[in-house]
């Protein structure tokens, strides 16, 4: 749960800057309606009959609208009663979700099937779809407990964990020679392993096993069968996975096909679902109806991290201050109409080069102003955060990121992943360029020509004998202990996350500044153009029985140095060319 302090902090990134909210109820009168009815009421006519209970307390819907449209925070509302909205979804309301910054949605939005929430999960998976980042406040009159499992059941996908036929047999004979002790076994294991066990290890997948092992909640009652029925850890195991496994079984018809990327929500206290484009709140009706307060609540609850406030802010500020900055970034005319019309003289792959670089610096106008507020948010955080650390900053650290930086484990793997993130990054562009850490042959090299000498189309002239192939320098990278004792401040080593994890490479063979790097001339076929997975193919010279002989050898790039890590090394490797050998004794 945040602090007070913070609380607020999360509020200016994720609340105030709502601006648009669409509630889903099908208990809410919406704008079509209410004009067929005064159309209805001038004709003379009676209305229809509505089963809409709005009828009975507009009151109640008014302080929810009302709530929305405060002084301080006039929002636009729009209201949409769901009755078009099929378990297969609705193409009008996806459209109206990309609009929205918050949506309140009823849970049970056919009355014709009570306590059935089809509807509006199936509006939740809409909106994991949506690449806008949704909140989401449900909205309902039902128990919240089977609400908040329901929804979390309906983004998850079915697993894969299934027991092997001499597995299955195992735990069936352990089973059945538990029973001859009490007949009630199975019956007692299937209801000590139940929905909220296998939300438990679906949350917790790598370490439920563990938790299980120590006897913890939720897995106590299942502990006190196995004790009794005198199994192994191993046999716990077995038989936990088969439990799961049932438990599973009649739950599949109301998941996904596949489980929502980043999936997370509370295990206790305040309800809270996120996912990687939605965040989940819960409201009962019959509580009250600021709505404002239970998203603000479930934001608290889930605490999310201060890099994560920085980008929320950085959204933000992009939405609401975007047009400002765009006209500060065009108030250099002359200079826009120099790259303009550079783009316009332009042709094949130099147009190519001149469009990325053009998009580049335009957005680096733009980001020059919203970074600017983004900064003055991060200081009063910041701020205010080292007053609340006061000198148990690792305890502050392991709060939000769940990182104990005071034992040397998580403190190395932590210098680890900085190292790697302020030196390099995932591979970018669409030709080779200076920084690219590919592999060839098994081994890592990395490209360390200059930049300009490596865009297609440049030195055509020079390299015309070369064909439709760019030289270039490569220097072989050396792997090296990741938690080895090396001098990362000798400029010799890098950093690069390759397959998930941090890997180090030394600039030559020893770790010493006197150690010459190895280094060759390579021809990237193409004139360096990479494919969509970032492969491209190298001709290597080689020896031959009596002469050398050009190779082609399949190459993929897997990193990149960031550039003024990338010219440190190619500033060494000049350093290292243009040596000179003196005979001193």
Known sequence: ????????????????????????????????EMLELEIIHKNGDLPPKSDKRWHDNPGRIKSV?????????????????????????????????????????????????????ARSIEILRGLITNDHFNLVVIHTSEDLDMVYREVILGLLGATSDELTEGEQE?????????????????????????TDQYLHARLHASTYMRTMGQGQQPYSDFCALADEAGWDNGNRRLVLRKL????????????????????????????????????????????????????????EAWNPAP????????????????????????ERQHALAHW????????????????????????????????????????????????????????RCQEHFNVDLSKAAPKKKAEREHNAFVSSKSPQGWHLTTGHVFTMNSEHWICLSPACDLVPGQGATRNADFGDRTPFMAVKLHPVPVDGNHDVNSNLYIFVTLDGEVQKFCFNSQGKEAVSPVWRTLYAERRGLLDKDFGFKISAMGAGSRKLVATIHPAQVVAQLRYEYALNLLQKLGVSMTRIGLDFV
């Open 307 to 330: 890099s994560r406030l920085f980008m929320a802010k950085l959204r933000a500020e992009m939405d609401e201050y975007g047009v400002v900055a765009q006209t500060e970034a065009l």
């Open 65 to 117: 609208i009302d709530g929305f449209r405060q002084p301080q925070r006039p929002l636009l509302v729009d209201i949409h009663d769901g009755a078009n909205v099929d378990t297969k979804g609705d193409a009008k309301v996806a459209a109206h979700l990309h609009q929205s910054d918050l949506l309140v949605l009823d849970y049970e939005l056919d009355k014709n099937r009570p306590q059935d929430g």
């Open 1 to 32: 749960m945040a602090n007070e302090h913070y609380a607020k902090f999360i509020e200016e990134a994720f609340v105030k800057p709502i601006r648009s909210v669409l509630i889903i109820d099908d208990d809410y009168p919406t704008l079509d």
């Open 244 to 299: 799961l496994a049932d438990a599973e079984r009649p739950l599949r018809a109301r998941m996904r096909n596949a489980s929502t990327a980043g999936l997370k929500w509370a295990t206790s206290g305040v309800r809270w679902v996120k996912a990687e484009s939605v965040f989940i709140a819960f409201s009962s009706k019959a509580d009250h109806d600021d709505l404002f307060a239970d998203l603000q609540n479930a934001l």
């Open 170 to 194: 195992a735990v069936n004979q352990l089973i059945v020679e538990y029973e001859d002790v009490d007949e009630n076994a199975l019956q007692a294991l299937r209801a000590a392993v139940a």
């Open 340 to 395: 303009y019309a550079r783009l316009l003289r332009s042709k094949g792959d130099e147009r190519r080069w001149l469009i990325a670089e053009s998009v580049l610096r335009h957005s680096d106008q733009l980001l020059n102003t919203i970074l600017r507020r983004v900064e003055v948010f991060a200081t009063e955080l910041i701020s205010s955060e080292a007053v609340a650390a006061g000198d148990n900053i690792e305890a």
